[in-house]
Each structure stands twice: as structure tokens, then as C-alpha cells.
């Protein structure tokens, strides 16, 4: 098995959206990061993934077994966390630990106080006290509290500071040093992205615009600029998406299919998104 995830031909309609033939793998071993504009279909796909949402069409394997029949072998290997805390918020990490160690076979107490102390959660204090940032903390603790293999997070950091944002990635980052664990995480974040994602994954209007490696995303397309004019020269087959500013024009290009003479800017995460969003083909 060397996919953690395979995604093909996801599909899944409501009245007002659809996710249209959803493709992507994640390779066991590695962090992708899954992005894409507000109701990009993001927290749709993550839901289909954990069968919290039925999928229509399409075939979705974890560890290489299909993820309806096996669902409870699955779900006893993989670490969730949404964007909130979802337990009763009477509760306190300790009580919560008490319920949990009765849910999951491999949770590990030991492991769960370590995280609790290391991110200075007060073990007392219920769930409705904490700050934003110590909730998700613990939302992470409990998540990998019984070692899981494939981490699935939906926008695990957004709306914390930067230093919470940097010890949760730093987190993450040891996770994935066992190189059977892997991590599939949604964020709007693409600073994240840049420091610790090795696939990019981005889904616009319920499709999937690319699902790249970060390092060839980032050396593959180039950006030129200049006039409307000045762009005739460049080859045709080379340009990728185009957009218009006060100036002349912005190009992305194919790196390797543009002759060394013409300057092209690195471009960001954030840069080659917004070409695809809002660019035209050329
Ligand atoms: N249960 C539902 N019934 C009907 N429409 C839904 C349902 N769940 C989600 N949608 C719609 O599907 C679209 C995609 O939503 P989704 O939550 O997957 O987006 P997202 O990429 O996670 O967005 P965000 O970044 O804002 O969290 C949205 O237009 C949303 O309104």
C-alpha cells in the first residue's frame, strides 16, 4: 500500500453545489494540504472520506481498503479534527479522556497527558473556558491520543496566532516523522502550506483545479510580465493563465517550455491559486 488515500471520481450533489469527479491521492509518508476558496467543497470531500456524508458516485480507498466496508478498521487508525471542538463543553480534558480510553482500544493515557502538558492545557477546566487556541490544541491531543496513521483535519489552524499555528504545525511535522503516518489537511492558510505540505491539493466550484507535489508546483510555473504586446513573443503552448493589471499583463507560464532569455518571476502558493481562480486562458 503506498496511498494513504485514494480519491477517484468522487461525486456528490446538493441542491446548490456539486463535487464533480474528485481525483487525488495522498502517498502514505507525506502532508497534503487541501485548499480552495470559502464553498470550494472542501469540508464535503473530508466528510465524504469519513463517511459522514454519502458519496454518489466514485470510489474512495484508505489504507487500500474501500472506505464504507471497511469503516471501523479504518476509523480505529485515523485522527479527525474540524474546525471546533465537538464534545459537550462541560467536559474537561480529564473527563474526556476517561469517555475516550472507553472508545478506542489503542487510546494511550500516557500520550494524552504528555500533549496536555506540553500544550499547557489545564486538565480541570471544562471545554467552555478554553480559548480557541487551547480548544483545537486539544481537539489535536485527542485526535492523535491513540496513535493514529492518517491524520485528517479540517482547518486545523485558522483563527489561531501565529505561535499556536507554528507549535501545531511543529506537531505535525513529528507525526510524519514515522514514515507509515500521513496527514490530509484543509486550510486558507498558504504560509502552512509553504512550510510543511508536500501536496497541494485545490478544489474550486466542486472540481479539482490540481493535486501536486509542492516543490515541482512551486518550480514548474514561472511568471512573466509585461505589455499585451511584448507577450506575442513568448510561445504560445508556454502560457497557462493570464491576467490583466494597470501595467500590461501577468503570465503563468510552463517554465521549461520558455526560452531562458525571457525573466519570469518565482511565483507563491497563494499567486498560482489566484491565476487559476481569476486568470483566463490565454
Ligand atoms: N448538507 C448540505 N446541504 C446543502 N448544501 C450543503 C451542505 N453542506 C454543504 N453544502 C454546500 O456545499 C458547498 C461546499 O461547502 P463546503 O463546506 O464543502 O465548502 P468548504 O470548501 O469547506 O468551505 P469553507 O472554506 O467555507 O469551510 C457550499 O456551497 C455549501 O453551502
Known amino acids: 500500500m503506498t496511498n494513504a488515500i485514494e480519491v477517484r471520481n468522487l461525486s456528490k450533489r446538493f441542491s446548490q453545489f456539486q463535487l464533480e469527479n474528485v481525483t487525488f491521492q495522498l502517498p502514505k509518508g507525506t502532508i497534503m494540504g487541501f485548499v480552495g476558496e470559502n464553498g470550494a467543497g472542501k469540508t464535503t470531500t473530508i466528510k465524504c472520506l469519513l463517511n459522514l456524508l454519502k458519496k454518489e458516485q466514485g470510489e474512495i480507498k484508505i489504507f487500500g481498503l474501500d472506505h464504507v466496508e471497511h469503516e471501523t478498521e479504518i476509523k480505529e487508525q485515523i485522527g479527525v479534527v474540524f474546525d471546533d471542538l465537538y464534545v459537550p463543553d462541560i467536559l474537561n480534558p480529564t473527563q474526556i479522556n476517561n469517555i475516550f480510553e472507553k472508545i478506542f482500544n489503542r487510546w494511550d ?8 502538558k506540553r500544550f499547557k492545557i489545564p486538565f480541570k477546566k471544562p471545554v467552555k473556558q478554553l480559548s480557541r487556541g487551547m480548544r483545537m490544541k486539544l481537539s489535536i491531543a485527542m485526535a492523535l491520543a491513540h496513535h493514529p496513521k492518517l491524520l485528517i ?3 486545523p489552524t485558522s483563527g489561531l496566532d501565529p505561535i499556536v499555528r507554528d507549535e501545531i504545525l511543529d506537531l505535525f511535522m513529528e507525526f510524519i516523522q514515522d514514515e507509515d503516518n500521513s496527514i490530509l489537511f484543509s486550510t486558507h492558510i498558504t504560509s502552512d502550506l509553504e512550510k510543511i505540505a508536500d501536496y497541494i491539493t485545490f478544489i474550486h466550484e466542486g472540481k479539482i483545479v490540481f493535486s501536486k507535489n509542492k516543490d515541482e508546483l512551486l518550480y514548474n510555473y514561472g511568471i512573466w510580465k509585461g505589455t499585451a504586446e511584448q507577450s506575442m513573443e513568448l510561445p504560445e503552448h508556454a502560457k497557462v493563465r493570464m491576467q490583466k493589471n494597470a501595467f500590461g499583463v ?7 517550455e520558455v526560452n531562458s532569455a525571457f525573466t519570469l ?3 507563491s502558493i497563494e499567486e498560482i491559486m489566484l491565476f487559476f481562480v481569476k486568470g483566463v486562458q490565454p
Not at 493515557?109 to 496536555?116: A, C, G, P
Open 109 to 116: 493515557e500516557n500520550f494524552y497527558v504528555e500533549l496536555l
Open 250 to 256: 501577468e503570465i503563468l507560464v510552463d517554465r521549461k
Open 153 to 155: 483535519l479540517d482547518e
Open 265 to 267: 518571476d518565482k511565483p
